[in-house]
Protein backbone atom coordinates (compact mmCIF):
# COMPACT_ATOMS: atom_id res chain seq x y z
CA UNK A 1 0.00 0.00 0.00
CA UNK A 2 1.46 3.48 -0.87
CA UNK A 3 1.89 6.00 1.86
CA UNK A 4 -0.13 9.11 1.06
CA UNK A 5 1.10 11.66 2.62
CA UNK A 6 -0.32 15.86 3.01
CA UNK A 7 2.22 18.65 3.52
CA UNK A 8 1.41 21.40 6.10
CA UNK A 9 3.43 24.52 6.27
CA UNK A 10 3.87 26.46 9.65
CA UNK A 11 5.02 30.06 9.96
CA UNK A 12 4.37 31.90 12.88
CA UNK A 13 4.94 35.02 15.27
CA UNK A 14 5.58 33.73 19.05
CA UNK A 15 3.22 35.16 21.14
CA UNK A 16 4.30 37.84 23.81
CA UNK A 17 7.75 37.23 21.88
CA UNK A 18 10.62 39.84 21.94
CA UNK A 19 13.60 40.44 19.22
CA UNK A 20 16.64 38.47 19.35
CA UNK A 21 18.47 42.01 18.80
CA UNK A 22 20.16 43.42 22.01
CA UNK A 23 20.28 46.84 23.53
CA UNK A 24 21.87 48.27 26.93
CA UNK A 25 21.39 50.00 29.85
CA UNK A 26 22.99 54.00 30.04
CA UNK A 27 26.57 54.59 29.86
CA UNK A 28 26.43 55.55 33.46
CA UNK A 29 24.53 52.84 35.08
CA UNK A 30 26.82 50.41 33.46
CA UNK A 31 30.11 52.10 34.91
CA UNK A 32 28.43 51.99 38.47
CA UNK A 33 30.11 49.67 40.91
CA UNK A 34 28.34 48.16 44.62
CA UNK A 35 30.21 46.65 47.47
CA UNK A 36 28.76 43.49 48.70
CA UNK A 37 30.14 40.72 51.38
CA UNK A 38 30.76 37.29 50.21
CA UNK A 39 28.99 34.93 52.46
CA UNK A 40 30.80 31.55 53.32
CA UNK A 41 26.64 29.93 53.16
CA UNK A 42 27.37 27.39 56.03
CA UNK A 43 23.67 29.02 57.01
CA UNK A 44 21.73 31.42 56.31
CA UNK A 45 22.67 34.42 58.01
CA UNK A 46 18.57 35.79 58.67
CA UNK A 47 18.20 39.52 58.74
CA UNK A 48 15.68 40.84 61.78
CA UNK A 49 13.00 42.79 59.67
CA UNK A 50 9.84 42.90 60.74
CA UNK A 51 6.49 41.08 59.27
CA UNK A 52 4.45 42.23 56.58
CA UNK A 53 1.11 39.85 56.76
CA UNK A 54 -0.92 42.07 53.84
CA UNK A 55 -1.28 39.90 51.23
CA UNK A 56 -1.43 41.26 47.16
CA UNK A 57 -4.78 40.14 45.00
CA UNK A 58 -4.20 37.14 42.77
CA UNK A 59 -5.80 38.39 39.27
CA UNK A 60 -6.18 36.21 36.36
CA UNK A 61 -2.86 35.08 34.64
CA UNK A 62 -2.26 35.25 30.90
CA UNK A 63 -0.54 32.02 31.07
CA UNK A 64 -2.09 28.88 32.40
CA UNK A 65 -0.84 29.22 36.17
CA UNK A 66 -1.68 27.74 39.67
CA UNK A 67 -0.40 29.11 43.41
CA UNK A 68 0.54 25.96 44.88
CA UNK A 69 1.79 27.67 48.13
CA UNK A 70 3.26 30.11 49.75
CA UNK A 71 5.82 31.10 52.13
CA UNK A 72 7.74 34.31 53.95
CA UNK A 73 11.23 32.63 54.26
CA UNK A 74 12.59 34.13 50.78
CA UNK A 75 15.95 32.40 49.71
CA UNK A 76 15.54 29.52 47.47
CA UNK A 77 19.79 29.37 46.70
CA UNK A 78 22.63 31.13 47.32
CA UNK A 79 24.66 29.70 44.11
CA UNK A 80 22.78 27.33 41.70
CA UNK A 81 19.47 26.13 41.45
CA UNK A 82 18.42 22.61 43.14
CA UNK A 83 16.04 20.19 41.14
CA UNK A 84 12.16 21.44 42.52
CA UNK A 85 9.94 19.82 40.53
CA UNK A 86 9.23 16.81 38.72
CA UNK A 87 6.54 15.74 35.63
CA UNK A 88 6.09 12.35 35.62
CA UNK A 89 5.24 10.34 32.99
CA UNK A 90 1.63 9.92 33.98
CA UNK A 91 1.37 13.74 33.67
CA UNK A 92 1.28 13.77 37.65
CA UNK A 93 3.65 16.24 39.27
CA UNK A 94 5.30 16.95 42.64
CA UNK A 95 6.99 20.21 43.83
CA UNK A 96 9.09 21.34 46.44
CA UNK A 97 10.45 24.79 48.09
CA UNK A 98 11.73 26.37 51.02
CA UNK A 99 8.59 27.57 53.54
CA UNK A 100 8.76 29.17 56.39
CA UNK A 101 6.26 31.28 58.19
CA UNK A 102 7.49 32.66 61.53
CA UNK A 103 9.77 35.67 60.99
CA UNK A 104 12.43 36.06 61.64
CA UNK A 105 14.39 33.05 63.15
CA UNK A 106 12.00 30.78 61.25
CA UNK A 107 11.60 27.65 63.69
CA UNK A 108 8.84 26.08 61.26
CA UNK A 109 11.17 26.23 58.38
CA UNK A 110 11.47 23.44 56.31
CA UNK A 111 9.37 21.76 53.38
CA UNK A 112 6.26 22.78 51.13
CA UNK A 113 5.09 20.42 48.99
CA UNK A 114 2.29 20.18 47.00
CA UNK A 115 1.49 17.50 44.19
CA UNK A 116 -0.82 17.36 40.76
CA UNK A 117 -2.80 14.39 40.19
CA UNK A 118 -3.27 15.04 36.56
CA UNK A 119 -6.73 16.82 36.82
CA UNK A 120 -5.70 19.50 39.84
CA UNK A 121 -3.14 20.70 42.61
CA UNK A 122 -4.09 19.79 45.83
CA UNK A 123 -4.37 22.49 48.53
CA UNK A 124 -1.54 24.85 49.72
CA UNK A 125 0.28 23.45 52.48
CA UNK A 126 0.07 24.89 55.87
CA UNK A 127 3.27 23.16 57.65
CA UNK A 128 6.44 21.83 56.75
CA UNK A 129 7.21 17.61 55.79
CA UNK A 130 9.81 17.04 58.19
CA UNK A 131 9.31 16.48 61.76
CA UNK A 132 12.28 19.18 62.73
CA UNK A 133 13.77 22.06 60.95
CA UNK A 134 15.43 21.89 57.83
CA UNK A 135 15.65 23.63 54.48
CA UNK A 136 16.75 23.79 50.71
CA UNK A 137 14.60 20.60 49.50
CA UNK A 138 16.23 18.84 46.47
CA UNK A 139 13.05 16.71 44.89
CA UNK A 140 13.00 13.31 42.56
CA UNK A 141 11.29 10.34 41.95
CA UNK A 142 11.69 7.13 43.42
CA UNK A 143 11.02 3.77 43.25
CA UNK A 144 8.52 2.22 40.94
CA UNK A 145 5.68 5.07 42.16
CA UNK A 146 7.25 7.28 44.73
CA UNK A 147 8.86 10.01 45.39
CA UNK A 148 11.95 11.35 47.71
CA UNK A 149 13.70 14.28 48.65
CA UNK A 150 16.53 16.09 50.37
CA UNK A 151 16.97 18.72 52.74
CA UNK A 152 19.35 20.36 55.03
CA UNK A 153 19.35 21.11 58.31
CA UNK A 154 19.58 18.72 61.41
CA UNK A 155 22.36 18.12 63.90
CA UNK A 156 22.69 14.33 62.77
CA UNK A 157 23.36 15.20 59.05
CA UNK A 158 21.11 15.20 55.31
CA UNK A 159 17.70 14.11 55.49
CA UNK A 160 16.26 12.42 52.80
CA UNK A 161 12.87 11.66 53.21
CA UNK A 162 10.88 9.14 50.83
CA UNK A 163 7.56 7.72 50.22
CA UNK A 164 6.62 4.61 48.09
CA UNK A 165 3.79 5.97 46.64
CA UNK A 166 3.87 9.86 44.94
CA UNK A 167 1.24 12.23 46.58
CA UNK A 168 -0.15 9.77 49.50
CA UNK A 169 0.96 8.32 52.39
CA UNK A 170 3.32 8.94 55.03
CA UNK A 171 7.26 9.96 54.63
CA UNK A 172 9.98 8.38 56.29
CA UNK A 173 13.27 9.32 57.66
CA UNK A 174 16.51 8.57 57.67
CA UNK A 175 20.07 10.23 56.91
CA UNK A 176 22.33 10.64 54.31
CA UNK A 177 26.14 9.21 56.00
CA UNK A 178 28.36 12.16 57.48
CA UNK A 179 32.39 12.57 56.00
CA UNK A 180 34.41 10.98 58.33
CA UNK A 181 35.02 13.79 60.77
CA UNK A 182 32.82 15.90 60.15
CA UNK A 183 29.55 17.11 61.79
CA UNK A 184 27.41 17.25 59.09
CA UNK A 185 26.43 17.73 55.31
CA UNK A 186 24.50 21.15 53.74
CA UNK A 187 23.27 22.25 50.81
CA UNK A 188 21.87 18.70 48.75
CA UNK A 189 21.31 18.32 45.16
CA UNK A 190 19.66 14.62 44.46
CA UNK A 191 18.44 12.96 41.53
CA UNK A 192 17.64 9.32 40.26
CA UNK A 193 18.48 7.25 37.92
CA UNK A 194 17.86 3.67 37.01
CA UNK A 195 14.93 1.73 35.64
CA UNK A 196 12.91 2.03 39.16
CA UNK A 197 14.93 5.54 39.91
CA UNK A 198 16.33 3.23 42.47
CA UNK A 199 20.00 4.59 42.07
CA UNK A 200 20.45 7.57 44.22
CA UNK A 201 22.73 10.21 43.45
CA UNK A 202 23.59 13.25 45.76
CA UNK A 203 25.97 15.68 45.93
CA UNK A 204 26.49 18.32 49.36
CA UNK A 205 28.92 20.07 50.96
CA UNK A 206 30.63 18.92 54.18
CA UNK A 207 29.41 21.11 57.16
CA UNK A 208 33.03 20.97 58.32
CA UNK A 209 37.04 21.34 56.96
CA UNK A 210 37.54 17.65 55.05
CA UNK A 211 40.26 16.39 53.37
CA UNK A 212 42.16 19.84 52.71
CA UNK A 213 38.91 22.08 51.98
CA UNK A 214 36.88 24.26 54.71
CA UNK A 215 34.44 23.48 52.64
CA UNK A 216 34.60 19.86 49.98
CA UNK A 217 31.66 18.98 47.43
CA UNK A 218 30.92 15.32 48.86
CA UNK A 219 29.53 13.19 45.99
CA UNK A 220 27.54 9.61 47.50
CA UNK A 221 25.43 7.10 45.14
CA UNK A 222 22.98 4.13 46.55
CA UNK A 223 21.89 1.54 43.98
CA UNK A 224 19.41 0.18 46.18
CA UNK A 225 17.31 3.01 47.03
CA UNK A 226 19.29 4.40 50.17
CA UNK A 227 19.12 1.36 52.27
CA UNK A 228 22.98 1.41 51.63
CA UNK A 229 25.19 3.66 50.02
CA UNK A 230 28.43 2.26 48.16
CA UNK A 231 29.79 5.56 47.79
CA UNK A 232 30.17 7.72 50.80
CA UNK A 233 31.40 11.12 50.49
CA UNK A 234 33.77 11.02 47.92
CA UNK A 235 35.63 14.24 46.72
CA UNK A 236 36.05 13.32 42.77
CA UNK A 237 39.09 13.53 41.47
CA UNK A 238 39.68 17.14 40.11
CA UNK A 239 37.81 18.66 42.63
CA UNK A 240 39.79 18.39 45.56
CA UNK A 241 42.42 20.83 47.36
CA UNK A 242 44.33 21.18 44.58
CA UNK A 243 41.96 22.31 42.28
CA UNK A 244 39.92 24.43 44.25
CA UNK A 245 40.04 26.21 47.47
CA UNK A 246 36.55 25.23 48.49
CA UNK A 247 33.15 24.80 46.51
CA UNK A 248 30.82 26.61 48.79
CA UNK A 249 27.16 25.97 49.49
CA UNK A 250 24.69 25.51 46.34
CA UNK A 251 27.96 26.04 43.99
CA UNK A 252 26.82 22.54 41.79
CA UNK A 253 24.35 21.32 40.04
CA UNK A 254 22.74 18.13 38.67
CA UNK A 255 21.64 17.08 35.07
CA UNK A 256 18.64 15.21 34.66
CA UNK A 257 20.45 11.46 34.03
CA UNK A 258 20.36 9.78 30.74
CA UNK A 259 20.52 5.95 31.49
CA UNK A 260 24.26 5.65 32.96
CA UNK A 261 25.05 8.70 31.84
CA UNK A 262 25.27 11.35 34.28
CA UNK A 263 26.34 15.30 34.90
CA UNK A 264 26.96 17.79 36.75
CA UNK A 265 28.33 21.36 36.92
CA UNK A 266 30.39 23.07 39.46
CA UNK A 267 30.33 27.43 39.13
CA UNK A 268 30.40 30.40 41.73
CA UNK A 269 32.19 33.91 41.29
CA UNK A 270 35.33 32.69 42.63
CA UNK A 271 36.66 29.61 41.04
CA UNK A 272 36.57 27.78 37.98
CA UNK A 273 33.36 27.19 35.78
CA UNK A 274 33.58 22.75 35.43
CA UNK A 275 31.56 20.29 33.85
CA UNK A 276 32.16 17.06 35.96
CA UNK A 277 30.45 14.05 33.26
CA UNK A 278 30.49 10.13 33.70
CA UNK A 279 29.26 7.33 31.62
CA UNK A 280 29.76 4.48 33.96
CA UNK A 281 26.57 5.77 36.34
CA UNK A 282 29.52 7.47 38.59
CA UNK A 283 31.89 4.96 38.83
CA UNK A 284 34.57 7.20 36.44
CA UNK A 285 34.26 11.03 35.78
CA UNK A 286 35.55 12.87 32.67
CA UNK A 287 36.47 16.56 33.93
CA UNK A 288 36.29 19.95 31.41
CA UNK A 289 37.57 22.99 32.75
CA UNK A 290 34.60 25.22 30.89
CA UNK A 291 35.84 28.67 32.07
CA UNK A 292 39.12 29.27 33.94
CA UNK A 293 39.54 31.44 36.62
CA UNK A 294 42.15 34.25 36.38
CA UNK A 295 44.17 33.22 39.38
CA UNK A 296 44.04 29.43 40.34
CA UNK A 297 43.14 28.74 44.09
CA UNK A 298 42.02 32.41 44.66
CA UNK A 299 40.27 32.91 48.16
CA UNK A 300 38.69 35.89 50.51
CA UNK A 301 41.80 35.83 52.57
CA UNK A 302 44.79 38.60 53.73
CA UNK A 303 47.51 36.45 52.58
CA UNK A 304 45.98 36.69 48.97
CA UNK A 305 46.10 38.71 45.84
CA UNK A 306 43.55 41.67 44.46
CA UNK A 307 41.42 40.64 42.09
CA UNK A 308 41.30 43.14 38.89
CA UNK A 309 38.28 43.76 37.12
CA UNK A 310 37.26 40.79 35.49
CA UNK A 311 33.91 39.10 34.22
CA UNK A 312 32.97 36.27 35.62
CA UNK A 313 30.22 33.61 36.45
CA UNK A 314 27.60 36.03 38.81
CA UNK A 315 26.55 32.80 40.89
CA UNK A 316 23.68 31.16 39.09
CA UNK A 317 24.30 28.62 36.22
CA UNK A 318 22.60 25.80 34.58
CA UNK A 319 23.11 22.37 33.28
CA UNK A 320 20.85 19.66 31.31
CA UNK A 321 21.89 16.61 29.06
CA UNK A 322 19.94 16.23 25.89
CA UNK A 323 18.63 13.16 24.22
CA UNK A 324 22.10 12.41 22.73
CA UNK A 325 23.95 12.99 25.89
CA UNK A 326 25.49 16.02 25.08
CA UNK A 327 25.69 18.67 28.35
CA UNK A 328 24.33 22.08 27.67
CA UNK A 329 25.23 24.70 30.37
CA UNK A 330 23.84 28.53 30.96
CA UNK A 331 25.51 31.07 32.94
CA UNK A 332 24.59 34.51 34.74
CA UNK A 333 27.28 37.04 34.28
CA UNK A 334 29.00 39.92 36.04
CA UNK A 335 31.86 41.98 36.26
CA UNK A 336 33.88 42.18 39.68
CA UNK A 337 36.99 43.34 41.36
CA UNK A 338 38.46 43.10 44.90
CA UNK A 339 40.56 45.17 46.16
CA UNK A 340 41.01 43.74 50.19
CA UNK A 341 40.22 39.81 49.83
CA UNK A 342 41.19 39.88 53.84
CA UNK A 343 38.09 42.44 54.29
CA UNK A 344 35.70 39.70 53.03
CA UNK A 345 33.99 42.86 50.75
CA UNK A 346 34.21 42.83 46.63
CA UNK A 347 32.86 44.99 44.10
CA UNK A 348 30.30 44.25 41.30
CA UNK A 349 28.78 46.00 38.47
CA UNK A 350 25.14 45.35 38.74
CA UNK A 351 23.82 46.94 35.08
CA UNK A 352 26.33 44.33 33.31
CA UNK A 353 24.01 41.69 32.14
CA UNK A 354 23.58 38.60 30.16
CA UNK A 355 23.37 34.70 30.10
CA UNK A 356 26.11 32.71 28.92
CA UNK A 357 25.76 29.87 27.21
CA UNK A 358 28.03 26.01 26.37
CA UNK A 359 27.72 23.13 25.07
CA UNK A 360 30.28 20.30 24.46
CA UNK A 361 30.64 20.94 20.82
CA UNK A 362 32.12 23.97 21.69
CA UNK A 363 35.40 25.74 22.72
CA UNK A 364 35.99 26.38 26.06
CA UNK A 365 37.10 29.77 27.78
CA UNK A 366 40.45 28.31 29.45
CA UNK A 367 43.47 30.33 27.41
CA UNK A 368 43.51 33.65 26.61
CA UNK A 369 42.96 36.95 28.31
CA UNK A 370 40.43 35.21 31.07
CA UNK A 371 39.65 38.40 32.67
CA UNK A 372 37.64 39.55 29.43
CA UNK A 373 37.04 35.60 27.92
CA UNK A 374 33.17 35.99 29.56
CA UNK A 375 32.26 39.90 27.99
CA UNK A 376 29.08 39.91 27.43
CA UNK A 377 29.96 42.01 24.30
CA UNK A 378 32.28 39.13 22.96
CA UNK A 379 29.83 36.67 23.98
CA UNK A 380 27.25 38.08 21.99
CA UNK A 381 29.32 38.22 19.06
CA UNK A 382 30.40 34.79 18.98
CA UNK A 383 26.38 33.45 19.34
CA UNK A 384 27.24 32.54 23.32
CA UNK A 385 24.90 35.20 25.17
CA UNK A 386 21.61 33.76 24.59
CA UNK A 387 19.73 35.91 27.37
CA UNK A 388 19.63 39.37 28.32
CA UNK A 389 17.32 42.11 29.33
CA UNK A 390 14.77 43.34 26.88
CA UNK A 391 13.98 46.61 25.26
CA UNK A 392 10.81 46.24 25.60
CA UNK A 393 9.13 49.78 24.84
CA UNK A 394 11.32 49.38 21.22
CA UNK A 395 13.81 52.50 21.80
CA UNK A 396 16.74 51.01 21.23
CA UNK A 397 18.07 51.79 24.84
CA UNK A 398 17.05 49.89 28.13
CA UNK A 399 15.62 52.16 30.38
CA UNK A 400 15.82 51.06 34.08
CA UNK A 401 15.03 53.59 36.93
CA UNK A 402 17.60 55.15 38.99
CA UNK A 403 19.41 52.84 41.23
CA UNK A 404 16.44 50.48 40.10
CA UNK A 405 18.17 46.77 39.85
CA UNK A 406 18.17 44.76 43.15
CA UNK A 407 20.90 41.72 43.32
CA UNK A 408 20.14 38.54 45.26
CA UNK A 409 22.83 36.15 45.85
CA UNK A 410 23.29 35.56 42.07
CA UNK A 411 24.22 39.06 40.81
CA UNK A 412 23.07 39.94 37.89
CA UNK A 413 20.62 41.78 35.68
CA UNK A 414 19.93 38.57 33.91
CA UNK A 415 19.88 35.73 36.03
CA UNK A 416 19.20 32.57 37.73
CA UNK A 417 18.63 30.29 34.41
CA UNK A 418 17.46 26.69 34.05
CA UNK A 419 17.31 24.32 31.16
CA UNK A 420 16.16 21.22 29.92
CA UNK A 421 16.24 19.02 26.79
CA UNK A 422 13.17 17.19 25.16
CA UNK A 423 13.07 14.30 23.05
CA UNK A 424 12.56 16.13 20.04
CA UNK A 425 16.30 17.58 20.37
CA UNK A 426 14.99 21.28 21.83
CA UNK A 427 16.54 23.06 24.53
CA UNK A 428 14.58 25.32 27.03
CA UNK A 429 15.79 27.87 28.73
CA UNK A 430 14.46 29.89 31.60
CA UNK A 431 16.10 32.93 33.86
CA UNK A 432 14.88 35.99 35.54
CA UNK A 433 15.87 39.09 34.23
CA UNK A 434 14.79 43.34 35.32
CA UNK A 435 12.66 43.67 33.13
CA UNK A 436 11.83 47.80 31.58
CA UNK A 437 8.52 49.58 31.75
CA UNK A 438 7.55 47.32 34.77
CA UNK A 439 8.57 48.90 38.62
CA UNK A 440 6.96 49.85 42.04
CA UNK A 441 8.40 53.80 41.50
CA UNK A 442 11.80 53.14 43.39
CA UNK A 443 12.74 49.75 42.14
CA UNK A 444 12.55 47.53 38.68
CA UNK A 445 11.15 44.20 38.99
CA UNK A 446 12.57 40.94 37.58
CA UNK A 447 10.25 38.89 35.05
CA UNK A 448 10.43 35.27 34.22
CA UNK A 449 11.82 34.80 30.72
CA UNK A 450 11.56 31.97 28.28
CA UNK A 451 13.42 30.85 24.94
CA UNK A 452 14.51 27.79 23.17
CA UNK A 453 17.21 26.21 20.85
CA UNK A 454 16.45 23.68 18.13
CA UNK A 455 20.59 23.05 17.41
CA UNK A 456 21.09 25.90 15.15
CA UNK A 457 19.54 28.90 17.01
CA UNK A 458 17.41 30.20 19.57
CA UNK A 459 14.12 31.60 19.25
CA UNK A 460 12.29 35.11 20.34
CA UNK A 461 12.14 35.98 24.10
CA UNK A 462 8.95 35.18 26.04
CA UNK A 463 7.73 36.93 28.81
CA UNK A 464 5.55 34.40 31.16
CA UNK A 465 5.15 37.55 33.48
CA UNK A 466 3.68 40.48 31.16
CA UNK A 467 0.07 40.07 31.88
CA UNK A 468 -2.04 41.97 34.46
CA UNK A 469 -1.16 39.56 37.04
CA UNK A 470 2.16 40.43 37.40
CA UNK A 471 2.48 44.14 37.12
CA UNK A 472 2.95 44.72 40.37
CA UNK A 473 5.28 41.56 41.46
CA UNK A 474 9.03 40.18 41.59
CA UNK A 475 9.27 37.06 39.82
CA UNK A 476 12.02 35.06 40.34
CA UNK A 477 13.68 31.51 41.44
CA UNK A 478 12.18 29.43 37.95
CA UNK A 479 12.37 25.81 37.81
CA UNK A 480 12.01 23.83 35.09
CA UNK A 481 10.62 20.46 35.67
CA UNK A 482 13.78 18.32 33.41
CA UNK A 483 11.07 16.81 31.62
CA UNK A 484 8.74 17.98 29.02
CA UNK A 485 5.38 16.42 28.17
CA UNK A 486 4.46 16.38 24.16
CA UNK A 487 3.05 19.94 24.14
CA UNK A 488 4.52 21.59 27.12
CA UNK A 489 7.17 22.50 29.35
CA UNK A 490 6.44 23.01 33.05
CA UNK A 491 8.28 25.73 35.85
CA UNK A 492 7.80 26.86 39.41
CA UNK A 493 8.62 30.54 40.30
CA UNK A 494 8.25 32.96 43.49
CA UNK A 495 6.51 36.02 43.51
CA UNK A 496 6.11 38.68 46.03
CA UNK A 497 5.64 42.47 45.90
CA UNK A 498 9.02 43.92 46.62
CA UNK A 499 12.35 43.28 44.39
CA UNK A 500 15.25 41.74 46.22
CA UNK A 501 15.19 39.62 49.54
CA UNK A 502 14.02 39.68 52.93
CA UNK A 503 16.52 37.87 54.19
CA UNK A 504 19.25 40.02 52.59
CA UNK A 505 17.35 42.90 54.26
CA UNK A 506 15.98 44.70 51.51
CA UNK A 507 12.56 44.36 52.05
CA UNK A 508 10.37 43.60 55.49
CA UNK A 509 9.51 39.99 55.20
CA UNK A 510 6.09 39.01 52.88
CA UNK A 511 4.27 36.51 51.67
CA UNK A 512 5.99 34.53 48.84
CA UNK A 513 3.88 32.81 46.15
CA UNK A 514 4.56 29.81 44.51
CA UNK A 515 3.30 29.19 41.23
CA UNK A 516 3.19 26.62 38.72
CA UNK A 517 3.19 27.33 34.99
CA UNK A 518 2.38 25.27 31.96
CA UNK A 519 3.88 26.55 28.51
CA UNK A 520 2.83 25.73 25.56
CA UNK A 521 5.76 24.58 23.55
CA UNK A 522 4.14 26.04 20.24
CA UNK A 523 4.19 29.66 21.97
CA UNK A 524 7.62 29.50 22.22
CA UNK A 525 9.32 27.51 19.19
CA UNK A 526 7.27 29.86 17.03
CA UNK A 527 5.36 26.47 15.38
CA UNK A 528 1.56 26.30 14.08
CA UNK A 529 -0.45 24.04 12.77
CA UNK A 530 -2.04 25.10 9.29
CA UNK A 531 -1.19 28.39 10.65
CA UNK A 532 0.74 31.29 8.11
CA UNK A 533 -0.11 34.90 9.89
CA UNK A 534 2.70 36.32 8.15
CA UNK A 535 0.93 38.95 6.35
CA UNK A 536 4.15 39.50 4.62
CA UNK A 537 4.59 36.16 2.89
CA UNK A 538 3.60 33.98 -0.39
CA UNK A 539 3.23 30.44 -0.03
CA UNK A 540 2.92 28.41 -3.47
CA UNK A 541 0.73 24.95 -3.41
CA UNK A 542 3.02 22.41 -2.67
CA UNK A 543 2.77 19.82 -5.99
CA UNK A 544 1.97 16.90 -6.07
CA UNK A 545 0.07 17.01 -3.11
CA UNK A 546 -1.00 14.36 -1.92
CA UNK A 547 2.23 12.48 -2.22
CA UNK A 548 4.09 9.44 -2.19
CA UNK A 549 7.87 10.34 -2.61
CA UNK A 550 9.27 14.02 -3.30
CA UNK A 551 6.31 17.16 -2.94
CA UNK A 552 8.23 21.09 -3.25
CA UNK A 553 6.60 24.29 -2.21
CA UNK A 554 7.82 27.64 -2.79
CA UNK A 555 7.95 30.42 0.07
CA UNK A 556 8.86 33.97 -0.88
CA UNK A 557 8.80 36.31 2.34
CA UNK A 558 9.41 39.94 2.53
CA UNK A 559 11.34 39.69 6.08
CA UNK A 560 13.51 37.29 8.07
CA UNK A 561 10.66 34.98 9.69
CA UNK A 562 10.49 31.33 11.69
CA UNK A 563 10.06 28.24 8.76
CA UNK A 564 8.80 25.01 9.45
CA UNK A 565 7.83 22.10 7.91
CA UNK A 566 5.44 19.19 8.91
CA UNK A 567 5.02 15.85 6.97
CA UNK A 568 1.76 13.87 7.88
CA UNK A 569 -0.27 10.99 6.54
CA UNK A 570 -4.24 10.99 5.74
CA UNK A 571 -4.95 9.95 9.23
CA UNK A 572 -3.50 13.21 10.23
CA UNK A 573 -0.47 11.45 11.56
CA UNK A 574 2.88 13.28 11.86
CA UNK A 575 5.48 11.45 9.78
CA UNK A 576 8.21 13.91 9.25
CA UNK A 577 9.07 17.32 10.11
CA UNK A 578 12.08 20.69 9.65
CA UNK A 579 11.94 22.07 13.15
CA UNK A 580 11.50 25.76 12.91
CA UNK A 581 14.26 27.69 11.71
CA UNK A 582 14.92 31.41 10.60
CA UNK A 583 14.80 32.14 6.97
CA UNK A 584 16.04 35.42 5.28
CA UNK A 585 13.80 37.67 3.16
CA UNK A 586 13.28 36.10 -0.26
CA UNK A 587 12.26 32.94 -1.94
CA UNK A 588 12.90 29.75 -0.55
CA UNK A 589 12.28 25.79 -1.65
CA UNK A 590 11.49 23.58 0.52
Known amino acids: MKKILLLSLA?????????????????????????????TAIDDQIVEKPVNYSTAAKGVADINETQIGDTYYDLWTNCLMANRIYLYNDGTIGAVWTRGTEASSFPDRGTGYNYFDGTSWGPMPTARIETMRTGWPSYAPWGANGELFTSHGPADGLLISTRPTKGTGDWTEAYVPNPEGSSGLTWPRTVTAGADHNIIHNLANSYDPYLGQPSALCYSRSSDGGAN??????????????????????????????????????????????????????????????????????????????????????????ICLDKDGMAHVAFGIVRVYVTDPGSGSYNYFPYYDGIGYWNESMPTWTDGDQYHALDPDALYESGNLIGWTQDVDGNGTIDFLDDGVVSYRASGISTMPNLIADDNGWIFLSFATTTEGFDNGEKNFKHIWLRAYDGYEWTNFLDIDNGIAHMFHECVYPNL???????????????????????????????????????????????????????????????????????????????????????????????????????NAGTHIL
Not at 230 to 256: R, T
Open 11 to 39: LTTCLFSFSQQRATVKKSQKLKSVKAYHK
Open 229 to 318: WDIENEVIEGLGADYFYDIGGDAYAWAEPQGDTIAFLVADKWHDMVLMKSLDGGDNWTKTVIYEFPIPLWYFGADQDPLDTTFVCDGSAA
Open 481 to 583: AQNTDADNIHLIYQADEFPGLALNGDHDYVNNFIYHVKVAKSDLINVGINNVNNTNLNVSQNYPNPFNGISKVSVTTEKTTNLSLEVSNMMGQKVFEIPAHKV
